[in-house]
């Protein structure tokens, strides 16, 4: 279906992304939230998913890995809210690798005729957490480069 | 997706605040050399030279319109600029695609539900 965008303004610790599938709201939510059915399409490739919680409702946890030839690492967080179709999914979510920069999901879906806009919403702590500044050896330059961009991407966006 | 050589390329060119300044004013729309060179105190042919750093960022495309050569904004380069968004593109792309075969699978047992 329709290209996913994936939005992530310099300077700012937010990630959007979009994507229109050719279902109900009701069949993708049903994808998102019930274990047998994400764990068939959520995972990189290379990668299989293992599902360990997956608890949707206020207050439930969720804990998923995933295994390949390069390793293995896992994410976990917890429900919040009332999820539903029509409200959507709100949820934490940390990776295991980087304990403490958790980052909060918004998944909703918008029905448009017979296509579904799924519109994914993180907040992470900071631009930093968002940029993925984990320790390394090219965060100076990629901090500049970021700077650069930070000015002048909004005369571009016209 | 970009490489890590299309990326430096990419945060050399931005480097310079002629070739950022080069990039704003051809977002108002292509411009010949010597659109370009009007505004600075510096010669074309060092509008050239920065111009060159920009094409092979991939951030300018150039084509001839007559006697002129036009600069074109190539902005996607820009947009794709940051590593990490290169993986988690690519994470959810894959994923999104495996997401469509399974709801066809999903539709296709509801409509034989249905029958």
Do not use: C
């Amino acid at each position: 279906m329709s290209k996913l965008t994936v939005t992530a303004e310099p300077g700012t610790p937010f990630i959007e992304t979009t994507r229109d599938f050719a279902a109900t709201p009701e069949l993708l939510y049903r994808a998102w939230t019930e274990p047998e059915l994400i764990a068939r399409w959520l995972s990189p490739k290379d990668f299989a998913m293992d599902l360990g919680e997956y608890d949707v409702r206020h207050g439930g946890r969720w804990a998923y890995g995933f295994t390949g030839e390069q390793g293995s690492f896992g994410f976990r967080g917890v429900f919040h809210g009332e999820p539903s179709v029509e409200a959507g999914i709100l949820q934490t979510f940390e990776f295991d690798g980087w304990p403490g920069h958790v980052s909060l999901d918004r998944i909703t879906f918008e029905p448009h005729g017979d296509t579904t806009t799924v519109r994914t919403w993180t907040t992470f702590q900071s631009v930093a957490d968002r940029d993925g500044m984990i320790e390394s050896g090219m965060e100076g330059g990629m901090s500049e480069g970021y700077d650069k961009l930070d000015a002048l991407l909004p005369e571009l966006k016209g | 997706m970009q490489s890590t050589g299309q990326l430096n390329a990419v945060f050399g060119a931005l480097a310079d605040p002629t070739r950022r300044a080069i990039l704003a004013r051809l977002t108002a729309g292509d411009a010949t050399v010597a659109e370009l060179a009007a505004p600075f105190q510096i010669s074309q042919p060092a509008i050239s030279r920065h111009l060159k750093v920009l094409e092979q960022a991939g951030l300018i495309s150039r084509r001839r319109r007559a006697t002129a050569r036009l600069s074109h904004l190539e902005a996607e380069p820009l947009r794709e600029a940051t590593a990490w968004l290169t993986g988690y593109r690519a994470y959810w792309e894959e994923s999104y695609d495996r997401l469509d075969e399974l709801i066809a699978e999903l539709q296709s047992g509801q409509d034989d539900d249905t029958d």
